[in-house]
């Protein structure tokens, strides 16, 4: 496990994760959020996502067979089409891992 920071842009959707050594990158949007937490799992190549709310109300994307757990409270998930800073929407896409 090692800690993590995912940055979302002004429409909530997630940009990037960063795990020190290596980047999660999704989009090259600015971001005004950002969540702290943990991710385990790998961090090579091309991987599918997902974000969504846990069941205790944290932040989890699972990202191939790895996951983040924000690890700061409880953060706001938006439903319909919000922006702003502050915002993290429920999506899915893929990304791909680089050295930061």
Same mark, same amino acid.
């Given at each position: 496990?090692?800690?993590? =920071?995912?940055?979302?842009?002004?429409?909530? /959707? /997630?940009?990037? /994760?960063?795990?020190?050594?290596? !980047? #999660?990158?999704?989009?090259? +949007?600015? !971001?005004? $959020?950002?969540? @702290?937490? $943990?991710?385990?799992?790998?961090?090579?190549?091309?991987?599918? #996502?997902?974000?969504?709310? *846990? @069941?205790? *109300? /944290?932040?989890? %994307?699972? %990202?191939? @067979? *790895?996951? #983040? $757990?924000? +690890? !700061? *409270? %409880? #953060?706001? =998930?938006?439903?319909? +089409?919000? !922006?702003?800073p502050g915002i993290i $929407?429920? +999506?899915?896409? @893929?990304?791909?891992?680089?050295?930061?």
């Amino acid at each position: 496990m090692v800690h993590a =920071i995912a940055y979302f842009g002004t429409r909530g /959707l /997630l940009c990037k /994760l960063e795990t020190g050594s290596k !980047t #999660f990158m999704v989009d090259q +949007s600015p !971001t005004p $959020t950002s969540v @702290s937490g $943990t991710y385990y799992g790998p961090k090579t190549g091309e991987q599918e #996502f997902t974000v969504h709310k *846990g @069941s205790d *109300g /944290l932040v989890e %994307i699972n %990202i191939g @067979s *790895g996951k #983040f $757990t924000s +690890s !700061t *409270g %409880i #953060f706001p =998930i938006a439903e319909g +089409s919000p !922006t702003g800073p502050g915002i993290i $929407t429920p +999506s899915s896409g @893929s990304g791909n891992w680089e050295s930061a």
